[in-house]
T-cell receptor, first 115, second 110 residues
Framework: AQKVTQAQTEISVVEKEDVTLDCVYE???????LFWYKQPPSGELVFLIR??????QNEISGRYSWNFQKSTSSFNFTITASQVVDSAVYFC????????????FGKGTRLHILP | DGGITQSPKYLFRKEGQNVTLSCEQN?????MYWYRQDPGQGLRLIYY???????QKGDIAEGYSVSREKKESFPLTVTSAQKNPTAFYLC?????????FGPGTRLTVT
């Protein structure tokens, strides 16, 4: 069975601080995909990143960076120099079959950036 | 603009009534999905469809029904059999495992 665990239910940091959101996944498949989505107060989920299991290279996109470590089954997300607009719920997700595209979501981490 | 539309944004119904939530996409994606989100919870899959005229149950299909008569449309009916229908409902379509989400419909049943 596949599972995604986001142990941090809620995090609050002061603006400009760095913050890391943890994600741990479980799967027996050797080929899988990991995702992060952002859900702002409006409710719509915004796709942030997809990584496949064969690519452990860390990725940086502006203030966002992702650390994928197969050895610990983790796919953590760091926001550098956080801004108030980063306040949202962030979901980590896992897909093991590309063809049917089913995605298993974690329960999300609610991030508050305080001005 | 390409995207997914869900209407209405807010929906109110009396208990015992069926209600249909609309989901339309113009992204030409084959696969479409319905999720339910409850406060403090992740997304749970209700139904999904890989192609027109075919759909499969997700993890919490009881009390819901869907149809997929057209590629661009995947309406969800919340029936009176659904015990706790009040929730936020998200529709998505996907290509190559990347799912794109609509703005959601918040359904309140009293």
């Amino acid at each position: 069975a596949q599972k995604v665990t986001q142990a941090q239910t809620e995090i609050s940091v002061v603006e400009k601080e760095d913050v890391t959101l943890d994600c741990v996944y479980e799967t027996r498949d050797t080929t899988y995909y990991l995702f992060w989505y952002k859900q702002p107060p409006s409710g719509e989920l915004v796709f942030l990143i997809r990584r496949n299991s064969f690519d452990e290279q860390n990725e940086i996109s502006g203030r966002y960076s992702w650390n994928f470590q197969k050895s610990t089954s983790s796919f953590n997300f760091t926001i550098t120099a956080s801004q108030v607009v980063d306040s949202a719920v962030y979901f980590c997700a896992l897909s093991v079959r590309l063809l049917d595209d089913k995605i298993i979501f974690g329960k999300g981490t609610r991030l508050h950036i305080l001005p | 603009d390409g995207g997914i539309t869900q209407s209405p944004k807010y929906l109110f119904r009396k208990e015992g009534q069926n209600v249909t939530l609309s989901c339309e996409q113009n992204l030409n994606h084959d696969a479409m999905y319905w999720y339910r989100q409850d406060p403090g919870q992740g997304l749970r899959l209700i139904y999904y469809s890989q192609i027109v005229n075919d759909f499969q149950k997700g993890d919490i299909a009881e009390g819901y029904s869907v149809s997929r008569e057209k590629k661009e449309s995947f309406p969800l009916t919340v029936t009176s059999a659904q015990k706790n229908p009040t929730a936020f409902y998200l529709c998505a379509s996907s290509i190559e495992a990347e799912q794109y989400f609509g703005p959601g419909t918040r359904l309140t049943v009293t």
